[in-house]
């Protein structure tokens, strides 16, 4: 009878020295995987960060022109003779001004607009 539980708390001590075992193998596989996911994410962020700036600076840039010519547009609708289908120096000005701000904002792949 004493065989039989010291057999008993052998196979109990071999069976918790076990999972720890797998716990510890399973943790540091776990941790090797965060490392290699850590460092892709730290390249694809390296690749990613200048694509960025160039982006938002211009977004910056468009922002600017975009409220200047904004502004000239509703001078020029509001004016009482918008109906009238006479380009004067004003309305042509105002459009090669739109069509050279979008041709100067740069980061984006659309081509450039045709001008006179």
Request: net charge positive; with cysteine.
């Amino acid at each position: 009878m004493k065989l039989r539980y010291v057999l008993m708390v052998l196979v109990v001590a071999i069976s918790i020295s076990g999972a720890i075992a797998w716990r510890s193998g399973w943790s540091a596989h776990a941790d090797h995987i965060n490392v290699l996911a850590a460092k892709k994410k730290d390249k694809a962020e390296k690749i990613i960060q200048p694509v960025e700036e160039k982006a938002a600076a211009a977004t910056a840039e468009s922002k600017v022109i975009y409220r200047t010519i904004t502004r000239d547009v509703v001078k020029y609708v509001q004016s009482p003779d918008r109906t009238v289908c006479q380009f004067d120096d004003a309305a042509v000005q105002l459009r090669q001004r739109a069509i050279d701000a979008a041709n100067s904002i740069g980061g984006f792949d659309a081509g450039a607009v045709q001008g006179k």
